[in-house]
């Protein structure tokens, strides 16, 4: 039987799959935006695989948080406390840039006539001070409903400490109101911070009918095709979903593509014992960086759809990702004052690259590589596209070399050290700004375009050590396969850790684990495969943001808090530099981890299976000095076994993707088939 995996990302969409016997297929296509099931078909055309054979098929895919950056989601309203409504729209007080005159805050996806408010209030205990007003509430739906929504948000006062006046108005809507789209808040997220917890149900209210038309459409051409396996969805926090379960929370697939490199990324790491990975995946319109630190993707509760300056807050659990816009369709430009600049515009799939021939005009990242001889026009997508070199070339002279004086070479050479500079950012981002040494770390790069600048990346940070693993340019679909069915669960439990005990704890915790396990195995997942990690958000008395503190211990009997105090003080001081082992100190929050354990441990030392051998030929290479290349040898990757050496320059080819070996790196074929590549200085 198959299991399959396809990630849509924004230039190509990806397929892997593996049968009983380990088999591996795999294929690549150009993304179809205006309709995205037909990219998926045309890889399952490519791959020679019928997906009525299928036991399991597992997706992720841009649509949810393109939906949100492009403004394109669902006419939404938002019902909120009397008083209220103005919360969304007011944010926080922060200004991210100080010095920018001309800087605007967010732009609420709900207009101020579509929040509407109703009659009733709680206290922060969750005590009722107000009853809800039934009237008044049936009087907002009626407005809500001639105004032509078509999805509405529910997020009223204190209801994460008491949901009973947001369950009634669920049930309100469904009466009067039944073709809506309804989120109710703590459905959502059942913490405190009314702004972002608002911003939060907006978020899914707003992508929920599109998200849920896509996934049912997607559904129906699978049934069609015969699939009658088990469909799952890839979500934002490293874990996967059900569609049903997807369709209820669209707001968890922000970053469904992306992370999935990122778990394939943490298995690499645990089989080969490497404590501190960063995982880079560069693909056709963006790259991005993530730290995995003990085999656990980090992960971050403060996620801005669409960046910190301007985006939409979402305080749910996201793999810690960071994102830049560049990629291999990145587009170079020359901005007023005459400086080359690299993205974050990108050619996309349609038009493309100059090189690709479908009518791009502009010189991207991808033209640039092809005329220094990094990739192979002839081989390109393993043979999938034919690149044409001319078209590249006269892109770059045109838009780039004529302006600035540049030889067509220095051209394309200033080009990708610009986006080199660009991307080594990101990874920064995740290491040196958050106290890790990459000296201390390994490189796992993947997407198209990622073990082709991985060796200029690692120069840039003085990272010593590159694992290319297998199938790089297919590594987040392979991700999916590997990924366990997760949900993440969050309380607010305000109490000084001194005032309250294990048994309290405990009680307060039964309540979400119950809801955990159901979830899981309406899911499918028996009982020995689900695994509960519950965590206390925790922090000094009088601070304002918090330290999740993972708990081991049975809540049940715990009597002493010793223990979780003095790990709390320990991971303040990793974070932050400094802790206060003398200060009372606050749990805020309770946090749990449901999951549903896949057990596939194995794809990644049997995912390539090839026959070519052998050395290919030579061409020559620009490395650092655009007036004189060097003659490389190229070989296929499937003609390396185990144990093999190369010392570079060299490159080494395979489907999708292009190695890059520097002159005096070297490079060691691992007993899984992972690259080992030790950086040259």
């Not at 919360?87 to 006539?113: A, H, M, T």
């Not at 990739?375 to 838009?399: C, H, N, T, W």
């Not at 509960?532 to 304002?544: A, I, S």
Request: hydrophobic letters at 40%; charged letters at 20%.
């Amino acid at each position: 039987m198959l299991r399959i995996a396809v990630d849509i990302g924004g230039t190509f969409t990806d397929l892997v799959a593996i049968d009983d016997g380990r088999q591996v297929y795999r294929s690549k296509s150009l993304t179809t935006p205006d309709d995205l099931s037909r990219a998926i078909q045309d890889c399952l055309g490519i791959a020679g695989i019928d997906v009525a054979g299928a036991e399991f098929f597992v997706h992720g895919s841009t649509v949810t948080i393109n939906a949100v950056l492009e403004r394109k989601g669902a006419r939404t309203g938002l019902i909120t406390t009397k008083g209220f409504r103005d919360v969304y729209e007011i944010g926080r007080g922060n200004r991210p840039e100080g010095y920018n005159l001309f800087f605007k805050r967010p732009v609420p996806l709900v207009s101020r006539d579509l929040r509407l408010e109703v009659v009733e209030r709680l206290y922060a205990t969750g005590e009722v001070l107000t009853p809800l007003e039934e009237k008044s509430a049936a009087a907002t739906i009626a407005a809500l409903k001639a105004a032509g929504v078509e999805s509405v948000a529910v997020c009223l006062l204190h209801s994460y400490a008491n949901p009973a006046h947001e369950r009634r108005l669920g049930e309100l809507l469904h009466e009067q109101f039944p073709e809506a789209y309804v989120s109710l808040s703590h459905e959502i997220l059942r913490e405190f911070r009314e702004y972002e917890r608002t911003s939060t149900t907006v978020l899914n209210a707003y992508v929920g009918p599109l998200v849920s038309r896509y996934l049912a459409a997607l559904e129906k051409m699978l049934a069609a095709a015969g699939f009658r396996g088990t469909f799952r969805v890839m979500q934002s926090n490293g874990g996967v979903m059900s569609a049903e379960t997807a369709k209820k929370m669209p707001v968890t697939m922000m970053e469904s593509g992306p992370v999935a490199g990122v778990i394939a990324a943490a298995q690499i790491g645990e089989s080969l014992d490497c404590r501190q990975i960063i995982s880079f995946d560069m693909g056709g319109t963006t790259a991005k960086a993530s730290l995995i630190k003990d085999f656990h993707p980090e992960v971050t509760s403060s996620y801005y759809v669409g960046g910190y300056v301007s985006g939409h807050p979402m305080m749910l659990p996201v793999v810690d990702i960071v994102e830049v816009g560049n990629g291999g369709g990145s587009i170079a430009w020359i901005d007023a004052a005459g400086g080359v600049k690299v993205g974050p515009q990108s050619a996309g799939a349609a038009p493309g690259p100059a090189c690709y021939g479908r009518g791009g005009s502009e010189p991207t990242v991808t033209d640039a590589n092809l005329i220094l001889g990094r990739i192979d026009p002839e081989y390109f997508l393993g043979s999938g596209i034919r690149l044409q070199p001319e078209k590249a070339a006269q892109a770059i002279v045109d838009k780039i070399g004529k302006p600035l004086g540049l030889g067509l070479e220095e051209a394309a050479l200033g080009i990708l050290t610009i986006a080199n500079f660009n991307m080594s950012l990101a990874v920064r981002a995740v290491s040196v700004e958050k106290g890790y040494d990459p000296r201390d770390c390994v490189l796992v790069p993947s997407g198209g375009g990622g073990p082709l600048h991985a060796g200029a990346i690692a120069r840039e940070l003085s990272v010593p050590r590159i694992v290319i693993p297998p199938m790089p340019a297919h590594f987040s679909a392979l991700g999916m396969l590997l990924a366990d069915l997760k949900h993440d669960y969050v309380q607010t439990f305000i109490r000084e850790l001194s005032e309250t005990n294990g048994a309290e704890i405990a009680a307060a915790f039964a309540a979400l684990e119950k809801s955990a396990s159901e979830t899981l195995g309406e899911e499918g997942a028996a009982p020995r495969q689900i695994a509960l990690r519950r965590f206390l958000d925790m922090r000094y008395r009088g601070q304002e943001y918090t330290v999740p503190v993972p708990v081991t211990e049975d809540l049940r009997t715990l009597k002493d808090f010793g223990a979780i105090r003095a790990r709390f003080d320990q991971l303040h001081q990793q974070h932050y530099g400094h802790s206060a082992p003398n200060e009372p100190v606050m749990m805020v929050n309770l946090r749990l981890t449901a999951l549903g354990r896949s057990g596939d441990r194995l794809a990644l030392s049997a995912a390539f299976r090839d026959d070519d051998k052998g050395e290919r030929g030579k061409r020559k290479v620009t490395f650092d000095d655009a007036h004189r290349g060097v003659v490389c040898p190229i070989y296929l990757r499937s003609g390396l076994k185990p144990g093999d050496r190369l010392v570079g320059p060299a490159v080494i080819e395979e489907m999708g993707a292009t190695i890059l070996l520097y002159p005096g790196d070297k490079m060691q074929v691992e007993p899984h088939g992972h690259l080992a590549i030790d950086v040259g200085s």
